[in-house]
């Protein structure tokens, strides 16, 4: 069974330009979520998708937004990227409350 | 101070000994998870424990809950140097009407061969 598959693996933006970051859950998960890693910040919540829907936001300015599509897979886009935008950004993917998270491997972001 | 803080922050071992990290949490939680991240990469789960749960084992792996003092502990025995990573706990905690998983720094584990 494939995993949680990201995309892509490093990405490399200016500041003030947009960055779109991909995620597909493993096959039948609903539930997708999106974190952010920068160095010596440990894992941000940024959000929260089930069955297509916006379920939680962490505390994040509104240029992070993203979506979930039919299939469950999502989109995280960030607009006016800031050099602080610089991290590791990991997607996970659930079945139902209280299961544990199966993350993949993550997309770095670079804005220089 | 945040919920999930791991301590030590860092930790450096010889092979063969065990390694032991806690997670201290200030609010009533779902569960507890405690997740492995080798080098920067996506993060591996390891173990769940749930909030009326006291123990769990999993290979080498033993993890216990002590919910009066808002901790939990992973242990890991017998290590090896396949063993160095960050690990990570973090407590799934009620958010309304939503559900909210909250991360701690990590501990940086080494284990010397």
């Known amino acids: 069974e494939a995993g949680v598959t990201q995309s892509p693996t490093h990405l490399i933006k200016t500041r003030g330009q947009q960055a779109t970051l991909r995620c597909s859950p493993i096959?039948?998960?609903?539930?997708v979520y999106w974190y952010q890693q920068a160095l010596g910040l440990g894992l941000q919540f940024l959000l929260w998708?089930?069955?297509?829907?916006?379920?939680n936001r962490g505390n994040f300015p509104p240029r992070f937004s993203g979506r979930q599509f039919p299939n469950y897979s999502s989109e995280l886009n960030v607009n006016a990227l800031e050099l602080e935008d610089s991290a590791l950004y990991l997607c996970?993917?659930?079945?139902?409350?209280?299961?544990?998270?199966?993350f993949g491997p993550g997309t770095r972001l670079t804005v220089l | 101070s945040q919920q999930g803080e791991e301590d030590p922050q860092a930790l450096s071992i010889q092979e063969g000994e065990n390694a032991t990290m806690n997670c201290s949490y200030k609010?009533?939680?779902?569960?507890l998870q405690w997740y492995r991240q080798n080098s920067g990469r996506g993060l591996v789960h390891l173990i769940l424990?749930?909030?009326n749960e006291r123990e769990k084992h999993s290979g080498r792996l033993r993890v216990t809950l002590d919910t009066s003092k808002k901790s939990s502990s992973l242990l890991i025995t017998a290590s090896r140097a396949a063993d160095t990573a960050s690990y990570f706990c973090?407590?799934?905690?009620?958010?309304?009407?939503?559900?909210?998983?909250?991360w701690g720094l990590g501990t940086s584990l080494a284990v010397n061969p």
């Open positions: 973090a407590t799934e905690i009620n958010a309304g009407n939503n559900r909210k998983l909250i």
């Open positions: 609010t009533s939680i779902n569960n």
């Open positions: 424990i749930r909030s």
């Open positions: 096959s039948g998960h609903t539930s």
């Open positions: 998708y089930d069955e297509g829907e916006e379920r």
């Open positions: 996970a993917s659930s079945l139902v409350r209280g299961n544990e998270q199966f």
